[in-house]
């Protein structure tokens, strides 16, 4: 590592996590390089197949449904990490770690979406349950292992412990569901994490809000006046349609979106700051030791964000479109799940070779949880189609 490196960054805040004050990682760092530790975590995270697979995984609609322009979990991802690192430079914190937690927060997603996982989660009731953020954990810490000496890809501390306490308004890990798994170290350092991950758990909310809308608008399960019952959006669109007030909504959508990115930054800056200065904050530790968020939305605009994402629920995501993908892809991971759970010379073997360790239904879990939309369909019918033998 150069001397610069070693340094405390000028830039960076006290509170900050600074790249020479890791509290390391489970396993030695043997490879020679000048990468700070975030940096590396970034080049793992990226490299693994668990990120690769994000890309043919649902967000909101079926990735195999409705063409080439829908997001992904993979463009969601790289979305949540863009606005994570923005607003971690604005508040003085790491943005190479903040965009580290951000890229790795959603590896442990099922296949089709909060369907698949709802599905698993169910599924798993009586063995520990399935919560996507915690196999997020699960699949960094050991499910993926690319690396002969040691299992998981050995990551840094502070992005493993804003894994397993990611939260959101529609997120709640807690630390059942990992059987097997060390987390006490994560969770004894307090019952918060950094102020980067709580950067990161703003950057999910705003990616999801922001496209959600644009994919609802691209696919016709949103119109404009929906839209205009909610305030933040009238607020965002007001400039931009004094311009164009006749262009039709697919001409002005991303103005309109861009304005309201930059509406929703500024006030997590705002009252982000705010909450860091009243908390007197002064290094990384305060904020773990705090129950509430110091990084989040103030309360009049955090309550029109709620009415939108309100909005969004039952326009986009209870729409009949999607609501009957969802119905089917919960039958085909059931079906998939049970079949596997029947018979477990169905698995890969190197996934048999862990029920020891984990019992049939962790294992058939993992399986299928880490499958992209494409993946489990084909298995699904190498299974049960009758005319398809392979």
Same mark, same amino acid.
């Given at each position: 590592?150069?001397?610069?490196?070693?340094?405390?960054?000028?830039? #960076?805040?006290?509170?900050?996590?600074?790249?020479?004050?890791?509290?390391?990682?489970?396993?030695a760092?043997? $490879?020679?390089?000048?990468?700070? !530790?975030?940096?590396?975590?970034?080049?793992?995270?990226?490299?693994c197949?668990?990120?690769?697979?994000?890309?043919?995984k649902?967000?909101?609609?079926?990735?195999?449904?409705?063409?080439?322009?829908?997001?992904?979990?993979?463009?969601?991802?790289?979305?949540?990490?863009?606005?994570?690192?923005?607003?971690?430079?604005?508040?003085?914190?790491?943005p190479?770690?903040?965009?580290?937690?951000?890229?790795?927060?959603?590896?442990?997603?099922?296949?089709?979406?909060?369907?698949?996982?709802?599905?698993?989660? $169910?599924?798993?009731?009586?063995?520990?349950?399935?919560?996507?953020?915690?196999?997020?954990?699960?699949?960094?810490?050991?499910?993926?292992?690319?690396?002969?000496?040691?299992?998981?890809?050995?990551?840094?501390?502070?992005?493993?412990?804003a894994?397993?306490?990611?939260?959101t308004?529609?997120?709640?890990?807690?630390e059942?569901?990992? !059987?097997?798994m060390?987390?006490?170290?994560?969770?004894?350092?307090?019952?918060?994490?950094?102020?980067?991950?709580?950067?990161?758990?703003?950057g999910?909310?705003?990616? %999801?809000?922001?496209?959600?809308?644009?994919?609802?608008?691209?696919?016709?399960?949103?119109?404009?006046?929906?839209? $205009?019952?909610a305030? #933040?959006?009238? $607020?965002?669109?007001?400039?931009? =349609?004094?311009?164009?007030?006749d262009? !039709?909504?697919?001409?002005?959508?991303? !103005?309109?979106?861009?304005?309201l990115?930059?509406?929703?930054?500024?006030?997590?800056?705002?009252?982000?700051?705010? =909450?860091?200065?009243a908390?007197?904050?002064?290094?990384?530790?305060?904020?773990?030791?705090?129950?509430?968020?110091?990084?989040?939305?103030?309360?009049?605009?955090?309550?029109?964000?709620?009415? #939108?994402?309100?909005?969004?629920?039952?326009?986009?995501?209870?729409h009949?479109?999607?609501?009957?993908?969802?119905?089917?892809?919960?039958?085909?991971? =059931?079906?998939?799940?049970?079949?596997?759970?029947?018979?477990?010379? #169905?698995?890969?073997?190197?996934?048999?070779?862990?029920?020891?360790?984990?019992?049939?239904?962790?294992?058939?879990?993992? %399986?299928?949880?880490?499958?992209?939309?494409?993946?489990?369909?084909?298995?699904?019918?190498?299974?049960?189609?009758?005319?398809?033998?392979?």
């Open positions: 590592m150069t001397a610069n490196a070693k340094e405390h960054r000028p830039e #960076l805040a006290a509170y900050a996590e600074h790249d020479n004050a890791s509290r390391g990682r489970r396993h760092r043997s $490879e020679r390089g000048e990468d700070s !530790p975030f940096e590396l975590d970034r080049h793992r995270i990226m490299s197949t668990a990120f690769r697979r994000l890309g043919q649902t967000q909101v609609v079926v990735t195999s449904a409705e063409g080439d322009h829908y997001r992904t979990r993979l463009t969601h991802t790289l979305e949540v990490t863009a606005h994570s690192e923005r607003l971690a430079r604005l508040l003085g914190l790491n190479r770690l903040a965009g580290s937690i951000a890229l790795a927060h959603d590896l442990g997603h099922s296949p089709f979406g909060h369907a698949g996982e709802k599905t698993l989660n $169910e599924l798993m009731a009586d063995h520990g349950g399935f919560e996507h953020n915690l196999q997020s954990l699960r699949v960094v810490d050991y499910l993926e292992h690319p690396y002969p000496g040691f299992r998981g890809l050995n990551l840094t501390f502070e992005v493993r412990e894994l397993i306490k990611h939260r308004r529609y997120d709640r890990p807690t059942s569901g990992l !059987p097997g060390e987390v006490s170290d994560l969770l004894g350092s307090g019952p918060n994490c950094s102020l980067e991950g709580q950067v990161a758990n703003v999910d909310a705003v990616a %999801y809000s922001l496209h959600d809308i644009e994919d609802g608008l691209f696919y016709g399960l949103l119109d404009e006046q929906t839209l $205009e019952a305030e #933040l959006w009238r $607020e965002a669109a007001g400039a931009v =349609r004094k311009h164009y007030p262009a !039709p909504i697919h001409a002005v959508r991303r !103005p309109i979106l861009d304005t990115s930059a509406m929703i930054a500024e006030d997590a800056y705002a009252e982000s700051s705010k =909450r860091i200065k908390a007197k904050v002064t290094n990384r530790d305060d904020a773990r030791s705090r129950e509430d968020d110091l990084v989040g939305f103030s309360p009049a605009f955090d309550q029109k964000l709620a009415a #939108l994402q309100k909005m969004l629920f039952e326009s986009v995501y209870r009949q479109r999607v609501v009957r993908m969802d119905a089917k892809a919960q039958r085909l991971i =059931r079906e998939l799940f049970e079949a596997y759970l029947e018979d477990t010379k #169905l698995l890969p073997v190197r996934f048999r070779d862990r029920i020891p360790d984990f019992g049939r239904h962790r294992v058939v879990c993992d %399986y299928i949880a880490g499958m992209t939309d494409r993946f489990c369909s084909g298995e699904h019918q190498k299974i049960f189609s009758s005319t398809r033998f392979e």
